[in-house]
C-alpha cells in the first residue's frame, strides 16, 4: 500500500472546465516527489485572480510550463514507478468535489490518447482531509487547509503552491491519522479502508 499526498494549482474551481495549471505529489514519509507547471490544455490564459491566489503568471506557464500531454503522462509514469502494482492511497484536502475529479480526468485523457494506463482506479482508496477534519473536529467553524493547519500547529509556507500545499498536508495527515488512532482506534495507515469507511460514516 502506498500513500500519495496530492494537490492541483488549477485555473479555476470547476473540475470539469478549468485547466490544470500544477502538479504536486509526494509518496508519503518518503523523499519521491513530482511536481510540474502545465501550460492549459485549453490554450486559455489564466485569469488575475488565479495569479493573485497561486503567484503563478501567464508569463510563468509560457516559460517553464509543460505541454498538458507530457505532464499528464509524466506524472502518470512518476505514479506507476513509485507504486509498482500496490494498491494506493490519494490524500487531497477537498479531493472527493475537486483534486480526484481532475485525478480521474487525467486518467481518461490519458486513455483517450492512446497511452497505456495499468493503474486499476478500481484499487485506489480515497481520502479527503476535509471529510475526515469534519467526523474528527465536528465542532469547528472553518475547515479550509489553512484552518486546520493551524490548529495542529503546523507552519504554512508556500501556500497555493501544488508542492507546498503537498508539503502542509503530508503534515495534516500525519497528525490527523494519530489523532483517528487515539480518538477512534483506527489504525488509517495499516488500514486505509477502514478511513474511507470512517468518511462514510460507514464506522
Not at 28 to 35: H, I, K, L, P, T
Not at 47 to 72: F, H, M, Q
Not at 90 to 109: A, E
Not at 151 to 157: L, S
Request: proline share 3%.
Amino acid at each position: 500500500m502506498v500513500i500519495v499526498i496530492l494537490d492541483f494549482e488549477t485555473s479555476g474551481l470547476n473540475p470539469y472546465h478549468s485547466d490544470i495549471i500544477e502538479f504536486g505529489a509526494k509518496i508519503f514519509n518518503d523523499e519521491n516527489s513530482f511536481q510540474k507547471l502545465v501550460k492549459p490544455k485549453s490554450n486559455r490564459p489564466i485569469s488575475k485572480k488565479i495569479t493573485d491566489i497561486t503567484g503563478i503568471t501567464n508569463r510563468l506557464l509560457r516559460a517553464e510550463g509543460v505541454p498538458w500531454l507530457n505532464a499528464y503522462t509524466e506524472f502518470y509514469n512518476w505514479l506507476f514507478e513509485s507504486t509498482k502494482g500496490q494498491d494506493i492511497v490519494l490524500v487531497s484536502h477537498n479531493g472527493d468535489s475537486f483534486d480526484f475529479m481532475f485525478f480521474r480526468r487525467i486518467m481518461k485523457d490519458l486513455k483517450n490518447e492512446g497511452i497505456d494506463v495499468q493503474i486499476d482506479l478500481s484499487r485506489i482508496c480515497y481520502h479527503d482531509t476535509l471529510h475526515i477534519s469534519k467526523r474528527l473536529m465536528s465542532d469547528r467553524t472553518y475547515y479550509n487547509q489553512p484552518s486546520i493547519a493551524r490548529t495542529y500547529g503546523i507552519t504554512i509556507e508556500n501556500a497555493h503552491r501544488a508542492m507546498g500545499d503537498v508539503l502542509v498536508l503530508e503534515q495534516i495527515y500525519s497528525r490527523m491519522m494519530d489523532h483517528l488512532m487515539k480518538l477512534e482506534k483506527i489504525n488509517g495507515i495499516e488500514d486505509p479502508c477502514k478511513v474511507r469507511d470512517y468518511i462514510d460514516l460507514n464506522i
